[in-house]
């Protein structure tokens, strides 16, 4: 059988993303090199990550089990417990990477600075130890957990106000103790950290403030992790989302028999908030409830309902801006709104030697994500798999947009939102019709391999 040279590839990060691609692309024999800012993989879930980049606090549980979150084919231990600390998430994506032998493809301590295109379209990157490589293909796995959305308020504060990107316990990095503090923002960070503050020997006194109430979800449903079930997929969506919805209200109940505000929305027409503790908190009475900031002034916190508080720390669980500070085109970088659309979550139509993984708010599992993209790219730069044509690509964008915004309130939080299992099952189809155009094709290879004859030509410059 002819052997024919693969396109050269750069991944740049080694996070969860990061690690599953490349070594899906080991597995293939497609050359690649990973570059990672930091000393060790992980990512997000390298806690204290020297890279400056991880959002992980101390106390930090997965809230996705680890029944979905393992990769195919390197299962979670059996002695995990069914919600893993960041710890033993941190050890398995290092482990995982040393079982399938290819840390020496790894690049440690080089944050890749720059990512432009030559004439010729190649990938020219370089990095912050000074190192610059040209690439058939880029494969970006950065992460959007890493720069943090803080809020514009309005007046000056005397206390400390703070993302939740920077908190790592109640007293690192400042002791939380006797404080008068507000959370922002009901997401999962804003209930852990909500929940683990608001105990009465830490706060004094604990606000919660956020622009709408949302749907506390259980981890567990009748002592099985709620995670494990799926709805059968020849359920219509529609009907398959009332029922979840009428399932979810029926066993939860209403939130305002918790204390805490409507939502203005049913469940999940948001990304979910998932806690077994936080609901416990808030019925103790250890939490009061606030509408937005309005505005601040000196120690005082202004409320949307026109009341104010004395307050000692504002933290902002206000979530992420997908930044690619690598890029300077334009059309590579999302709006004010983090819109960023692409096809299949992946794939700018024209650009046909860059890739976008782990790009996602999934519903139920972000960590194996990427490992579901990375079949369809493997298969690409191998000759089987071929795109569609850019409008066929463009359309399907407008289809998937519509479906989105249709069904998840207006928010920078779900500019990103999907949900696994209905998009694995359409990528496998689509993963179908791109092998038969594929054939049409004659398996040649849809981005040749062309960076390693230019990395002669400048060296011989």
Same mark, same amino acid.
């Given at each position: ?33 990973? =570059? ?37 084919? =390197? ?20 482990? =995982? ?55 514009? =308020? ?18 690192? $990095? ?237 928010? $920078? ?49």
């Amino acid at each position: 059988m002819e052997t024919r040279e693969l396109p050269r590839v750069c991944v740049i990060g080694a996070g969860p993303s990061g690690i599953t691609v490349a070594k899906r692309l080991a597995e293939y024999g497609i050359p690649f090199d990973c =570059y990672e800012a930091s000393d060790e993989v992980g990512g997000n879930w390298y806690f204290k990550n020297p890279n400056g980049m991880s959002a992980c606090y101390q106390s930090l549980h997965i809230d996705t089990s680890k029944f979905r979150l393992q990769f195919e084919d =390197y299962p979670a231990p059996d002695e995990w417990p069914d919600f893993p600390h960041h710890t033993q998430l941190h050890r398995y994506f290092k482990d =995982y990477v040393d079982h399938f032998g290819f840390r020496d493809r790894i690049i440690f301590g080089n944050k890749v600075i720059s990512a432009e295109r030559d004439a010729d379209g190649l990938w020219v990157v370089t990095t912050d130890a000074g190192r610059t490589e040209t690439y058939d293909v880029l494969l970006v796995c950065n992460g959007h957990h890493w720069d943090p959305r803080l809020p514009d =308020y309005p007046g000056e504060f005397d206390g400390i106000l703070m993302h939740s990107h920077a908190y790592n316990d109640p007293f690192d $990095p400042i002791d939380m103790r006797g404080k008068r503090i507000v959370v922002v923002g009901m997401g999962n960070s804003g209930l852990d950290i909500a929940t683990e503050l608001s105990q009465r020997f830490i706060a004094s006194k604990f606000y919660l403030s956020a622009r709408r109430g949302v749907w506390v979800l259980p981890k567990y449903v009748n002592g099985q992790v709620g995670d494990k079930r799926s709805m059968p997929a020849w359920i219509p969506p529609k009907m398959a989302l009332k029922m979840k919805q009428r399932f979810v209200v029926k066993n939860r109940g209403q939130m305002e028999d918790y204390g805490l505000p409507k939502p203005d929305h049913l469940p999940f027409e948001a990304h979910p908030s998932a806690s077994e503790e936080f609901l416990h908190r808030a019925g103790c009475g250890d939490i009061t409830f606030k509408p937005a900031i309005t505005r601040l002034d000196g120690d005082k916190v202004h409320f949307a309902d026109g009341s104010a508080e004395e307050v000692d720390v504002v933290v902002c669980a206000t979530g992420y801006h997908i930044n690619f500070p690598f890029f300077a085109e334009s059309e590579l970088l999302p709006d004010e709104r983090n819109m960023f659309p692409l096809y299949r979550q992946m794939i700018k139509p024209g650009i046909d030697n860059l890739f976008f993984l782990g790009l996602a708010q999934p519903m139920p599992t972000l960590v194996n994500f990427a490992e579901q993209q990375s079949k369809l790219i493997a298969a690409y730069l191998t000759g089987n798999y071929r795109l569609p044509s850019e409008t066929e690509m463009k359309e399907s964008m407008r289809e998937a947009e519509a479906a989105r915004s249709g069904r998840y309130y207006d928010s $920078p939080r779900h500019t990103i939102q999907i949900e696994f299992e209905p998009y694995v099952r359409e990528l496998e189809r689509e993963m179908a019709r791109g092998a038969k155009r594929a054939a049409t094709h004659g398996y040649t290879l849809p981005v040749p391999a062309r960076a390693a004859g230019a990395q002669v030509r400048e060296g011989a410059a």
